[in-house]
C-alpha cells in the first residue's frame, strides 16, 4: 500500500508531499531546493471539526463569575443565544467590550469573525487577513498661524522683503507643504 505523507524542510521550511510504499518514517529524505534533511509533519487531530475543536473548551472567563454573568446578560439582550457557545474576548470589535458579537460556537464562527473585524487569525484556527485596499489620504488644512509662522521664519533666512502678491504664493506654498498636500 502507498501512502503519501507531508515533509517540511528544517532550514528552507518548505514543504514536500511524498509517497512512501511503507508508513515508516524515513530519513534519508533530502528537501529538493535546498538539499536538507526533511522532516515529517504530522496533522494536529482533534481539530478537523467545529465539534472537536470546541470539546473540552473554558467559555472564556475562567472564575470571573462576575464577567461570565455580565456578558451573557449582554448577549441576551441581543438576542445572542449563547448556550454551547465559548466567548472569545479577542472578537470583541475595537472598543467594545463584553461583546455579544464574540461567542462563536466553532472554527468556522470564529473565522467569520475575524474576517468581518478585518483580522487574521493563527493558532487552532488559521485565517489569513483579509486584503485591504489603502485608502487615499485625505487633505487636512494647517491653522493659519503655523503657516504665518513658517513663512516668516523663511523670510529671516533668506533676509529679503517680497511684495503682497510673492507673499501670498509663499503663503500658499507653505500651507501646502504643511499640510501635505504638496
Known amino acids: 500500500m502507498r501512502y503519501t505523507y507531508v515533509y517540511r524542510c528544517w532550514k528552507c521550511k518548505k514543504r ?31 481539530l478537523v471539526t467545529d465539534t472537536t475543536f470546541m470539546a473540552g473548551r473554558d467559555d472564556g472567563f475562567g472564575t470571573n463569575e462576575w464577567g461570565r ?5 449582554k448577549a441576551k439582550a441581543a438576542g445572542v443565544n449563547v448556550e454551547g457557545a465559548v466567548y472569545c474576548p ?16 466553532g472554527r468556522s464562527d470564529v473565522v467569520k469573525k475575524a474576517r468581518e473585524l478585518g483580522y487574521g487569525v493563527q493558532g487552532a484556527v488559521n485565517a489569513p487577513a483579509p486584503e485591504v485596499e489603502p485608502q487615499e489620504k485625505k487633505p487636512y488644512r494647517v491653522n493659519d498661524e503655523i ?32 499640510s501635505g498636500n504638496a
Not at 509517497?19 to 482533534?46: F, Y
Not at 479577542?90 to 462563536?104: F, M, R, T
Not at 517680497?162 to 503663503?171: D, G, I, L, R
Open 147 to 178: 503657516v504665518d509662522r513658517r513663512v516668516k521664519r523663511k523670510l529671516e533666512e533668506v533676509g529679503e522683503t517680497v511684495s503682497k502678491k510673492e507673499y501670498q504664493e509663499m503663503w500658499h506654498k507653505e500651507a501646502d507643504l504643511a
Open 90 to 105: 479577542e472578537l470583541c470589535p475595537p472598543g467594545e467590550s463584553l461583546s455579544p458579537k464574540a461567542w462563536v460556537r
Open 16 to 46: 514536500h508531499k511524498i509517497a512512501q510504499d511503507s508508513d515508516r518514517e524515513r530519513t534519508d529524505l533530502k528537501c529538493m531546493a535546498c538539499g536538507r534533511s526533511l522532516l515529517r509533519v504530522n496533522s494536529a487531530p482533534g
Open 69 to 73: 454573568k455580565r456578558a451573557r446578560e
